[in-house]
Nanobody, 127 residues
């Protein structure tokens, strides 16, 4: 059984940093691109970042480029999202996801491309 479990969310102030973690089990981790998405109330789930199977390629939404960093460790079957300079518009539930087809390119940016999902972790940024 494949499981993706996110953690690290919370309530922070604008300008603060947070690091989200996504630990996987039952997944051939090295065979998948990993992505982070977020969904704010009343909005569609949107792409945040993705990383290729070996970490060699990363891809970011324009809204987070330069502020967020995605990374992964195969030995821990874990992917992280380091977030700096958080702003109220970053408030959302953050989800990690796994995609086989884009494992070498990390170019899948639509949620429909990802097959496995975690349950999400909430990030709230106050102004």
């Amino acid at each position: 059984q494949v499981q993706l479990v996110e953690s690290g969310g919370g309530l922070v102030q604008a300008g603060d940093s947070l690091r989200l973690s996504c630990t996987t089990s039952g997944l051939a981790f090295a065979n998948y691109a990993m992505g982070w998405f977020r969904q704010a109330p009343g909005k569609e789930r949107e792409f945040v970042a993705a990383i290729s199977w070996n970490g060699g390629i990363t891809n970011y939404a324009d809204s987070v480029k330069g502020r967020f960093t995605i990374s992964r460790d195969a030995s821990k079957s874990t992917v992280w999202l380091q977030m700096h300079s958080l702003a109220p518009e970053d408030t959302a539930v953050y989800y990690c996801a796994a995609d086989f087809s884009s494992r070498t390119t990390a170019q899948a940016t639509h949620y429909s491309s990802y097959f496995y999902w975690g349950q999400g972790t909430r990030v709230t940024v106050s102004s």
